[in-house]
């Protein structure tokens, strides 16, 4: 697969095995504004794809628009982008000549601690909320969801923080019985991604560190699997575990195919 130009006047580009000169989601979406261009892009794609491989599922893949910040001015960029995404979901997927080219959507989370600006029980709860409500609207337009690519930022050194990042990512994603997969950036902490930003490097924790001992990102993980609150909810904790103790537990919905687990 090669990109293009955001300048080629042909769009999208004719497509054949001997030249495949398909566009990437991302490049169809910011090198062109219109939606209806866009959706042709994507439809031709997806036909082809799917003419050769009748059971693939086409998923459109994007970066943050999974979890909205509590920081101003970044809020507004995530209702943005999900705004794009929705509108040209509606174009690719609409009517019934056309419904289909698109069976999911695929959410980059590489978010941290430092996205969460309010640890406070109704700060939480919003957070929460909206990333529930965020793959609800997604679902409702028929698509599965999807956890394509998770892991986090500067939660190192505050287990608890870190703790309730992950549950509460991973829990609202239990909580959709169409957010069906899961896939972590980096199972371990040697195969992290370690990001360069300006001149110093941003790393990208996962599940596990250097020597194999989990973070309280697995335990968030089991514990949003087993669809019950952290286990430090039943011992003392700190404001912010206390915090989010004090919110109900989102109940695990059935997943397509099978079940997330059981509630405790």
């Known amino acids: 697969m090669a990109g ?42 997806s036909a082809h794809v799917k003419q050769h491989c009748p059971n693939a599922l086409i998923l459109y893949n994007e970066y943050g628009a999974y979890l909205r910040p509590s920081r101003e001015g970044e809020a507004a960029a995530v209702d943005s982008k999900r705004s794009q995404m929705l509108s040209t979901l509606d174009v690719v997927n609409a009517g019934a000549d056309t419904r289909g080219y698109i069976d999911g959507v695929g959410f980059e989370s590489h978010f941290g601690c430092e996205h969460i600006a309010d640890w406070s029980a109704n700060g939480l709860r919003a957070v929460r909320d909206d990333i529930v409500s965020n793959l609800a609207a997604f679902v409702a337009r028929g698509l599965s969801t999807h956890i394509s690519e998770i892991d986090w930022t500067n939660c190192l050194g505050n287990d608890d923080r870190w703790k309730v990042m992950s549950h509460m990512q991973f829990s609202a994603c239990f909580n959709q019985p169409r957010c069906s997969t899961i896939g972590i950036w980096g199972v371990a902490d040697p195969f992290r991604w370690q990001q360069p930003v300006g001149g110093s490097v941003l790393d990208h924790h996962t599940l596990f560190d250097s020597s194999g001992r989990p973070h309280p990102s697995y335990f968030g993980l089991v514990d949003a699997l087993l669809g019950r609150k952290p286990i430090e909810c039943a011992s003392s904790q700190s404001r912010e575990m206390q915090a989010y103790c004090s919110l109900p537990v989102l109940p695990i919905r059935q997943a397509v195919g099978g079940s997330w687990g059981h509630t405790a």
């Open 4 to 45: 293009f130009a955001p300048t080629t006047n042909a769009f999208p580009p004719s497509w054949s095995p001997n030249s495949p000169r398909l566009n990437y989601f991302r490049q169809m979406l910011t090198s062109n504004g219109d939606a209806f261009a866009i959706g042709a892009a994507i439809r031709e794609l």
